[in-house]
């Protein structure tokens, strides 16, 4: 199964915050070993929600409105794809994550998969 984590944004993120050399080595050797080992699949951190552009349809409007958005619960820092057996294994492998960074919010949301047809 398939899990996207989602680090929420807060006012550190939003400032647009650059990671030392020492971190990004650090966040860099991390994803290289959980790549290797499999369950990551993919992972990025965003831009502060000032570059970032919400489009939306509702009752026929169309509608644009560039960022930055002030709702701090619409803010994410950064995603994961993980790929893991259980709802347990994303919890831990997001534990490891938050631990290098020290502190912050993930949210975990299952993806919708379809199971492909069984040949019989």
């Given at each position: 199964?398939?899990?996207?984590?989602?680090?929420?944004?807060?006012?550190?993120?939003?400032?647009?915050?650059?990671?030392?050399?020492?971190?990004?080595?650090?966040?860099?050797?991390?994803?290289?070993?959980?790549?290797?080992?499999?369950?990551?699949?993919?992972?990025?951190?965003?831009?502060?929600?000032?570059?970032?552009?919400?489009?939306?349809?509702?009752?026929?409007?169309r509608?644009?409105?560039?960022?930055?958005?002030?709702?701090?619960?619409?803010?994410?820092?950064?995603?994961a794809?993980?790929?893991?057996?259980?709802?347990?294994?994303?919890?831990?492998?997001?534990?490891?994550?938050?631990?290098?960074?020290?502190?912050?919010e993930?949210?975990?949301?299952?993806?919708?998969?379809?199971?492909?047809?069984?040949?019989?």
């Amino acid at each position: 199964m398939r899990y996207l984590a989602v680090l929420k944004g807060n006012a550190v993120s939003e400032a647009g915050y650059v990671p030392t050399e020492e971190d990004m080595a650090g966040m860099g050797a991390f994803i290289d070993q959980a790549m290797q080992a499999g369950w990551l699949l993919a992972t990025e951190g965003l831009l502060p929600s000032a570059r970032a552009t919400r489009v939306a349809l509702s009752a026929g409007q169309r509608t644009v409105t560039d960022g930055p958005f002030t709702e701090s619960k619409e803010l994410i820092a950064s995603y994961a794809l993980m790929q893991v057996d259980s709802r347990e294994e994303a919890i831990e492998h997001t534990w490891s994550f938050l631990d290098m960074l020290g502190e912050g919010e993930v949210e975990l949301w299952p993806v919708f998969e379809v199971e492909a047809p069984h040949a019989g």
